[in-house]
């Protein structure tokens, strides 16, 4: 990559049965998707700074 050029990264937190969780992230931003996960593991994906997130996307929830 040059200097200048943008680019975020997907990291899959958890996909199954369990819950779903995702984020998209560059080095000073992250934006979590399908949070349904527990919140130490988006934690331990973003190291712990939890200042870095700048939104969540929810697209459904479930009763259970």
């Given at each position: 990559m040059k200097?200048?050029?943008?680019y975020?990264?997907?990291?899959v937190?958890?996909?199954?049965?369990?819950?779903?969780?995702?984020i998209?992230?560059?080095?000073n931003?992250?934006l979590?998707?399908?949070?349904g996960?527990?919140f130490?593991?988006?934690n331990e994906?973003?190291?712990?700074?939890?200042?870095k997130?700048?939104?969540?996307?929810i697209?459904?929830?479930h009763l259970d």
């Amino acid at each position: 990559m040059k200097e200048g050029d943008y680019y975020m990264v997907l990291k899959v937190i958890s996909s199954g049965s369990k819950g779903n969780g995702y984020i998209l992230e560059n080095d000073n931003e992250a934006l979590l998707l399908e949070c349904g996960c527990n919140f130490k593991s988006v934690n331990e994906a973003i190291n712990f700074n939890v200042s870095k997130i700048s939104g969540c996307l929810i697209t459904h929830e479930h009763l259970d």
